[in-house]
């Protein structure tokens, strides 16, 4: 079973519709999770956090995280063009000697269609 | 405030030669993250250093190495190159104590 998992998609999404991203992971004890969006050849960017569980809302973007069902997702509304990108999940984990060394999932691919 | 830097942009080296690459983090932070992203295997942590000290590293062979300098800037060197070791080498930084990691451009690593 793989750490953190997400589905590579691509997700293809109308322009102006709601984008659904998910991912899962493996680590009960992970603490903090992120979202990073990555366009072709380029390093990813921080879209944003979260470390409780619930809804978190910047923008466009919403992450939600369910610590229970150790899971996290990222709903994109009003979905662009500029969005098509590579959506990564990254985690970090409840061992301290680790450090803050983030997991990344494989990424789910979107798509937004004009 | 300027972001996470990293040179140079490309590099290409050929089969058994040693590879430098450096990274400067963002002003203020004492975190230094190295990740390789080779075609179809996602991003994997190589190694961490914080105020000078290596504090954690991945599952790569000793030929990946690095350090950190005084002036919390890093270098990530690669000996022995391998085809397989041609990937985006990318540099994260964070803040001390903060979890939170923002990635440099990324360097290009071509093994021929």
């Known amino acids: 079973q793989k750490e953190v998992e997400q589905n590579s998609g691509p997700l293809s999404v109308p322009e102006g519709a709601i984008a659904s991203l998910n991912c899962t992971y493996s680590?009960?004890?992970?603490?903090?999770f992120f979202w990073y969006r990555q366009y072709s050849g380029k390093s990813p960017e921080l879209i944003m956090s979260i470390y409780s569980n619930g809804d978190k809302e910047d923008g466009r973007f919403t992450a939600q995280l369910n610590k229970a069902s150790q899971y996290v997702s990222l709903l994109i509304r009003d979905s662009q063009p500029s969005d098509s990108a590579t959506y990564l999940c990254a985690v970090t984990g409840m061992i301290k000697a680790a450090g803050n060394k983030l997991t990344f999932g494989g990424g789910t691919r979107v798509l937004v269609k004009p | 405030e300027a972001g996470v830097t990293q040179s140079p942009t490309h590099l290409i080296k050929t089969r058994g030669q040693q590879a430098t690459l450096r990274c400067s983090p963002i002003?203020?932070?004492?975190?230094v993250y190295w990740y390789q992203q080779a075609l179809g295997l996602g991003l994997q942590f190589l190694l961490w250093?914080?105020?000078?000290?290596?504090?954690n590293r991945g599952n790569f062979p000793p030929r990946f190495s690095g350090r950190q300098f005084p002036n919390y800037s890093s270098e990530l060197n690669v000996n022995a190159l391998e085809l397989e070791d041609s990937a985006l080498y990318l540099c994260a930084s964070s803040s001390t104590g903060r979890d939170t990691q923002y990635f440099g451009p990324g360097t290009r690593l071509t093994v021929l």
């Open positions: 680590d009960r004890g992970s603490q903090s």
């Open positions: 250093y914080d105020e000078g000290e290596e504090r």
């Open positions: 002003s203020g932070h004492t975190s």
